[in-house]
């Protein structure tokens, strides 16, 4: 159902100058990683959805502008 947590989706975190990280969601659709300050580029993939990208902002304080979560929700079956 739309909305539902994505257990064990694939969480790619991109910005300039720095390597990608793979991330995996937990059982509760949940991901986390401590990343320098900087705009970040998020695509979360499953098998059998379609992928959804989204930014992110990381402050010199640690806070964090994190994505639009509506952009991680529409959990759009792919077309084959």
């Given amino acids: 159902p ?3 947590a ?3 989706a694939s969480v790619t975190v991109k910005a300039t100058g720095q390597a990608d990280r ?3 969601t937990g059982a ?10 900087g705009e ?8 059998g959805y379609k992928s959804q ?5 990381v402050t010199t304080n640690g806070t964090s502008t994190p994505p639009d979560s ?8 792919t077309s084959w």
């Fill in 70 to 77: 509506s952009a991680f929700r529409q959990r759009t079956p």
């Fill in 53 to 57: 990208t989204a930014t992110a902002t």
């Fill in 2 to 4: 739309a909305g539902a």
């Fill in 22 to 24: 793979v991330l995996t």
């Fill in 40 to 47: 970040y580029s998020l695509t979360v993939a499953s098998f």
């Fill in 28 to 37: 509760d659709g949940r991901y986390s990683s401590v990343l320098p300050a």
């Fill in 6 to 8: 994505l257990a064990g």
